[in-house]
């Protein structure tokens, strides 16, 4: 046969599928997941039965831990020594067990997540209550299989006297299953399983009156009564560990938060490093050192706080934005029967009661056979004591010793076993005491038989006899209870005030779109003068806002989408910078641009709405509050159709009227009160009629007759008409005319199109930018008041092809 004949053909798919499959039975079966019975991984059953085996047990001196790993690696766990020495560094660290399994001696790692000294320097023994998982593993009462040379024999699983599982939790990742348990509290779970062994029809509600819920070893504030009752339920939920605080009065008026328990598996140094890095960054305000105090007395982190600040809020902040609070998600998977499974708590006392009950089944009937062994023995030797004499003399009589053991059995019939007995038997024994101490001996093995048979004839006798060893247990090495349980959920709710110094600032936005913020400060150091603004060469303030960096900023665009952007977040420039492009602060797209810029100091106002204005006469009114959001990207702030866009959005309180000007010199005034409020997203109704070519150019909020509308053409004519020659009319008209546009060959013309138009009733100060790049300086007050529709008078004097391109208000 050729050497091609001897493959056989394969596809990729089975050989892969087939060989993942068994790597996957390996890590979930003997690698990652913990067996429900005694709550061990295989490294760690495998630690703690090597120690066993070579006496190194709580009553004896600690030895070196390289000798423990080198038994288990050469015995049992054909692994690396790292991951041996690994599990056995995490048996011995209270911080991260409920009960420590290994009593280690030497550098054994720290909360702040050093790692533990090589195993040639550190020493270790089996704690006390390991030996409790161990206990009576020679009576026959668990399975024992072959290492994996066939050369010595290793549990498949510890007796496990106490529910190791939910006491000590478990933690690790395989293929397509996950586990992470709590630990809980020692006497709370003995006390559920004797609960459960008296009523086997127990509700979740009963046993979560006994079991509160995890008790971690580095305490904290368990919060989630929900999430705790999920979990027990279907072995999956979530909840919120808080390290517990205080907030300590200093001498001067000053405040320390003092932390003295942390969320467990979070490590101390980096909590530390994170909070400095808080006060570094100057993301809060107030804190003034932060201190890790932590020595023999225990854990203590203190972090010191500035005259007069807020205590409470600094503390919300912190448990936001650091692990002083962290969510903990249960997933409590365990190998039941070889196989993994999601459990709630009454399956896991359940599997482990089953467990119980066959350990001390196995271990009764080992100890009846020893004793069953025993009393036959005993009745062998009380009988040849009463035929003493005729005893001897056979033996005497006999050739040798094995004559003698088949004499004896032929003669008085005693057993081989018996015979054997006899002839082992010591002079010493003969004596009368020893004659009486047998005869006594043997009652008590016969009532020992009694009791060991009853046990194995009552399910109620052998739940008795696993009771009071589980009291025992939990009266010799329960603890108080380490975590405390809140049922609420508490909301962190972080005040702005906390994160952000209150201060009065200059917020700028120009017409092509840088924007900056300024310090009261840098403002009056550059001379205290609004025009005096820094911008770049041919561009204009378009608006200037005194704010707070409490206020919030909303951005609306041409194409009907505004960004939320709080003011502290613009970035911070001198009065006389140009600020940088608004691009490099929100995430306006390239086609888009500004077009109203409105400071909010409470969204939750419920008289304020924002209107808008579209170029082809739509008019939309919202209530401010349904803008309010913590996005930072692009949200939809009003439906704009096809070929049209946003042209102004002002803030009112909806007892105004509307005047809205139009391109070709058309004007409409309406009463607010005609727009109802609408969606967040709706398009908005018709404020005006308007022609194919004309557009909507501004508008203004105007009231009671006074004032006047000034309009400005874009060849430099302007004029101001009487608000009283705008009759109040209906929604959505052609309206009345505010301009007229000389025509004609022998008429020097006054404009084609309107460019702004402004309600006065005070002075106002209108910077005009030419297209060529000039600039005027217009006040309104020089711009003659005349009828609605005159031409106007010039007020910018133009070169023959030059138009007005800007127009800004000079504060």
Same mark, same amino acid.
């Given at each position: 046969?050729?050497?091609?004949?001897?493959?056989?053909?394969?596809?990729?798919?089975?050989?892969?599928?087939?060989?993942?499959?068994?790597?996957?039975? *390996?890590?979930?079966?003997?690698?990652?997941?913990?067996?429900?019975?005694?709550?061990?991984?295989?490294?760690?059953?495998?630690?703690?039965?090597?120690?066993y085996?070579?006496?190194?047990t709580?009553?004896?001196?600690?030895?070196?831990? &390289?000798?423990?790993?080198?038994?288990v690696?050469?015995n049992?766990?054909?692994?690396g020594?790292?991951?041996?020495?690994?599990?056995?560094?995490?048996?011995?660290?209270?911080?991260?067990?409920?009960h420590?399994?290994?009593?280690?001696?030497?550098?054994?790692?720290?909360?702040d997540?050093?790692?533990?000294? &090589?195993?040639?320097?550190?020493?270790?023994?089996?704690?006390?209550?390991?030996?409790?998982?161990?206990?009576?593993?020679?009576?026959?009462?668990?399975?024992?299989?072959?290492?994996?040379?066939?050369?010595?024999?290793?549990?498949?699983?510890?007796?496990?006297?106490?529910?190791?599982l939910?006491?000590?939790?478990?933690?690790g990742?395989?293929?397509?299953?996950?586990?992470?348990?709590?630990?809980?509290?020692?006497?709370?779970?003995?006390?559920?399983?004797?609960?459960?062994?008296?009523?086997?029809?127990?509700t $979740?509600?009963?046993?979560?009156?006994?079991?509160?819920?995890?008790d971690?070893?580095?305490?904290g504030?368990?919060?989630?009564?929900?999430?705790?009752?999920?979990?027990?339920?279907?072995?999956?939920?979530?909840i *919120?560990?808080?390290?517990?605080?205080?907030?300590?009065? $200093?001498?001067?008026?000053?405040?320390?938060?003092?932390?003295?328990?942390?969320?467990?598996q979070?490590?101390?140094?980096?909590?530390?490093?994170?909070?400095?890095?808080?006060?570094?960054?100057?993301?809060?305000?107030?804190?003034?050192?932060?201190?890790?105090?932590?020595?023999r007395?225990?854990? !203590?982190?203190?972090?010191?706080?500035?005259?007069?600040?807020d205590?409470e809020?600094?503390?919300?902040?912190?448990?936001?934005k650091?692990?002083?609070?962290?969510?903990y998600?249960?997933?409590?998977?365990?190998?039941?029967n070889?196989q993994?499974?999601?459990?709630?708590?009454k399956?896991?006392?359940q599997?482990?009661?089953g467990?119980?009950?066959?350990?001390?089944?196995?271990?009764?009937?080992?100890?009846?056979?020893?004793?069953?062994?025993?009393?036959?023995v005993?009745?062998?030797?009380?009988?040849?004591l009463?035929?003493?004499?005729?005893?001897?003399?056979?033996?005497?009589?006999?050739?040798?010793?094995?004559d003698?053991?088949?004499?004896?059995?032929?003669?008085? &019939?005693?057993?081989?076993r018996q015979?054997?007995?006899?002839l082992?038997l010591?002079? *010493?024994?003969?004596?009368?005491?020893?004659?009486?101490?047998?005869?006594?001996?043997h009652?008590?093995?016969?009532?020992?038989?009694s009791?060991?048979?009853?046990?194995?004839?009552?399910?109620?006798?052998?739940?008795?006899?696993?009771?009071?060893?589980?009291?025992?247990?939990?009266?010799?090495?329960?603890?108080?209870?380490?975590?405390?349980?809140?049922?609420?959920v508490?909301?962190?709710?972080?005040?702005? +005030?906390?994160?952000?110094?209150?201060?009065?600032?200059?917020v700028?936005?120009?017409?092509?779109?840088?924007?900056?913020?300024?310090?009261m400060?840098?403002?009056? !150091?550059?001379?205290?003068?609004?025009?005096?603004?820094?911008?770049?060469?041919?561009?204009?303030?378009?608006?200037? =806002?005194?704010?707070?960096?409490?206020?919030?900023?909303?951005l609306?665009?041409?194409?009907?989408?505004?960004?939320?952007?709080?003011?502290?977040?613009?970035p911070?420039?001198?009065w006389?910078?140009?600020?940088?492009?608004?691009?490099?602060?929100?995430?306006?797209?390239?086609?888009?641009?500004?077009?109203?810029?409105?400071p909010?100091?409470?969204?939750?106002?419920?008289?304020?709405?924002?209107?808008f204005?579209?170029?082809?006469?739509?008019?939309?009114?919202?209530?401010?509050?349904?803008?309010?959001?913590?996005?930072?990207t692009?949200?939809?702030?009003?439906?704009?159709?096809?070929?049209?866009?946003?042209?102004?959005?002002?803030?009112?309180d909806?007892?105004?009227?509307?005047?809205?000007?139009?391109?070709?010199?058309?004007?409409?005034?309406?009463?607010?009160?005609?727009v109802?409020p609408?969606?967040?997203?709706?398009?908005?109704?018709?404020?005006m009629s308007?022609?194919?070519?004309? +557009?909507?150019?501004?508008?203004?909020?105007?009231?009671?007759?006074?004032?006047?509308? =000034?309009?400005?053409?874009?060849?430099g004519?302007?004029?101001?008409?009487?608000?009283?020659?705008?009759?109040?009319?209906?929604?959505?008209?052609?309206?009345v005319?505010?301009?007229?546009?000389?025509?004609?060959k022998?008429?020097k013309?006054n404009?084609t &199109?309107?460019?702004?138009? *402004?309600?006065?009733?005070?002075?106002?100060?209108?910077?005009?930018?030419?297209?060529?790049?000039?600039?005027?300086?217009l006040?309104?007050?020089?711009t003659?008041?005349?009828?609605r529709?005159s031409?106007?008078?010039?007020?910018?004097?133009?070169?023959?092809?030059?138009?007005?391109?800007?127009?800004?208000?000079?504060?």
């Amino acid at each position: 046969m050729s050497m091609l004949e001897s493959f056989l053909p394969a596809f990729l798919e089975e050989v892969v599928g087939d060989r993942f499959g068994r790597y996957s039975k *390996y890590i979930i079966q003997d690698r990652a997941i913990p067996d429900v019975r005694d709550g061990l991984k295989p490294v760690q059953r495998r630690i703690l039965y090597a120690m066993y085996e070579s006496g190194n047990t709580p009553d004896k001196p600690y030895r070196k831990s &390289a000798k423990t790993v080198g038994d288990v690696m050469g015995n049992y766990h054909p692994h690396g020594d790292s991951s041996i020495y690994e599990g056995m560094v995490r048996m011995a660290q209270p911080w991260k067990m409920g009960h420590v399994l290994v009593d280690g001696h030497g550098n054994w790692g720290s909360l702040d997540d050093d790692p533990a000294a &090589a195993m040639r320097y550190t020493e270790a023994r089996l704690s006390s209550i390991a030996m409790e998982l161990l206990r009576d593993i020679d009576k026959r009462t668990v399975q024992f299989k072959d290492n994996f040379d066939n050369t010595a024999k290793e549990p498949v699983v510890l007796p496990s006297r106490y529910p190791n599982l939910l006491v000590n939790g478990a933690s690790g990742i395989s293929a397509g299953f996950a586990t992470e348990i709590p630990t809980h509290n020692l006497r709370e779970v003995i006390d559920a399983c004797i609960a459960v062994m008296a009523n086997a029809d127990i509700t $979740l509600d009963e046993l979560m009156q006994i079991v509160k819920g995890p008790d971690f070893p580095t305490g904290g504030i368990i919060m989630g009564g929900e999430g705790i009752r999920e979990a027990y339920t279907t072995g999956k939920g979530r909840i *919120y560990v808080r390290a517990k605080t205080e907030i300590e009065d $200093l001498r001067g008026g000053k405040q320390q938060i003092v932390i003295t328990e942390i969320p467990y598996q979070v490590v101390k140094a980096r909590l530390v490093t994170a909070m400095e890095n808080i006060r570094l960054e100057k993301k809060v305000e107030g804190i003034a050192e932060v201190r890790d105090e932590t020595g023999r007395n225990g854990l !203590r982190i203190v972090v010191e706080l500035k005259k007069d600040a807020d205590a409470e809020g600094i503390l919300a902040y912190l448990l936001k934005k650091t692990d002083l609070q962290t969510t903990y998600n249960f997933n409590m998977v365990a190998i039941v029967n070889k196989q993994p499974q999601q459990l709630g708590l009454k399956p896991i006392l359940q599997a482990y009661i089953g467990h119980q009950k066959e350990v001390v089944t196995y271990r009764t009937q080992y100890e009846l056979e020893k004793a069953e062994d025993r009393a036959h023995v005993l009745e062998g030797l009380v009988k040849a004591l009463n035929l003493l004499d005729e005893v001897i003399a056979t033996i005497k009589a006999s050739k040798n010793r094995a004559d003698a053991q088949h004499n004896l059995v032929e003669k008085f &019939a005693f057993t081989e076993r018996q015979a054997d007995a006899i002839l082992t038997l010591q002079l *010493y024994r003969l004596t009368n005491l020893e004659i009486s101490s047998l005869e006594k001996e043997h009652k008590e093995i016969l009532k020992r038989i009694s009791y060991l048979k009853s046990i194995l004839d009552s399910e109620k006798k052998l739940l008795g006899v696993i009771k009071d060893e589980l009291v025992e247990i939990r009266d010799k090495y329960a603890i108080e209870r380490r975590s405390a349980i809140q049922q609420e959920v508490e909301e962190l709710k972080v005040n702005l +005030e906390v994160m952000i110094n209150s201060e009065d600032v200059l917020v700028t936005l120009s017409r092509e779109g840088y924007v900056k913020r300024t310090s009261m400060l840098s403002f009056t !150091r550059s001379g205290g003068e609004l025009d005096s603004s820094g911008v770049k060469e041919g561009d204009v303030i378009s608006d200037l =806002l005194l704010v707070n960096t409490l206020d919030n900023l909303l951005l609306f665009t041409r194409k009907g989408q505004y960004y939320m952007l709080p003011v502290h977040q613009v970035p911070e420039f001198k009065w006389k910078d140009n600020g940088t492009a608004i691009v490099n602060v929100i995430p306006l797209p390239k086609d888009d641009s500004i077009v109203s810029v409105i400071p909010v100091k409470d969204f939750n106002d419920e008289a304020s709405s924002l209107v808008f204005v579209t170029k082809r006469g739509n008019v939309k009114r919202t209530l401010l509050k349904d803008y309010m959001t913590t996005r930072s990207t692009a949200i939809a702030a009003c439906k704009v159709a096809d070929g049209d866009e946003v042209v102004d959005v002002k803030l009112s309180d909806g007892k105004k009227q509307l005047l809205l000007v139009s391109k070709l010199g058309m004007s409409i005034r309406f009463e607010e009160s005609e727009v109802n409020p609408m969606g967040r997203v709706a398009g908005g109704v018709r404020g005006m009629s308007l022609k194919d070519d004309d +557009e909507i150019i501004g508008f203004e909020f105007v009231f009671d007759d006074e004032g006047e509308l =000034l309009v400005l053409s874009d060849m430099g004519y302007a004029k101001r008409s009487l608000l009283l020659d705008y009759p109040i009319q209906g929604r959505g008209g052609k309206g009345v005319q505010t301009f007229e546009f000389k025509e004609g060959k022998r008429v020097k013309p006054n404009g084609t &199109a309107l460019v702004s138009a *402004y309600y006065c009733r005070e002075p106002l100060q209108l910077l005009l930018v030419t297209s060529s790049g000039a600039s005027h300086l217009l006040n309104s007050e020089k711009t003659p008041i005349e009828e609605r529709k005159s031409v106007g008078r010039i007020v910018a004097q133009l070169d023959k092809d030059e138009r007005i391109d800007i127009v800004a208000k000079r504060r």
